[in-house]
């Protein structure tokens, strides 16, 4: 064997773990933004994240109440971000989910 194949058989063995790595990160970066994806969506069915989020709109209506004109349009405001996608149905206290459904306006 000539002296120029046996070094690009090295040069190719030493490469070989440089490819694959490259193909991993490529896979990683396609795969886990769906994986994470998946992640948050499990999690925002579970009984834990809903009984948080009521608890937070329990909390935000008793500052709402206690809030001058004001800070009640900063509560409202941060109201309908945090609850943007959150399904209101869920709430079981009626009075909580009246709140939020004036406060998103829908």
């Known amino acids: 064997m000539s002296k120029v194949k046996v070094v690009l058989i090295i040069v190719g063995i ?6 694959f790595g490259l193909y991993e990160l490529g896979l990683f970066k396609f795969l886990e933004p769906k994986r994470e994806n998946i992640r948050r969506e499990v ?10 989020k009521i608890q937070d709109l329990a ?3 008793e500052e709402y109440d206690k809030a001058d004109t004001n800070e009640k349009e900063t509560i409202k405001q941060l109201i309908i971000l ?11 206290p009626v009075g909580l989910r009246t709140f939020l459904k004036r406060m998103r306006g829908y």
């Open 14 to 19: 030493l490469l070989l773990p440089l490819l």
């Open 43 to 52: 999690f925002e069915q579970t009984q834990s994240y809903t009984h948080g």
């Open 59 to 61: 909390k935000y209506l």
């Open 82 to 92: 945090r609850f943007a996608e959150f399904d209101e149905t869920k709430i079981k």
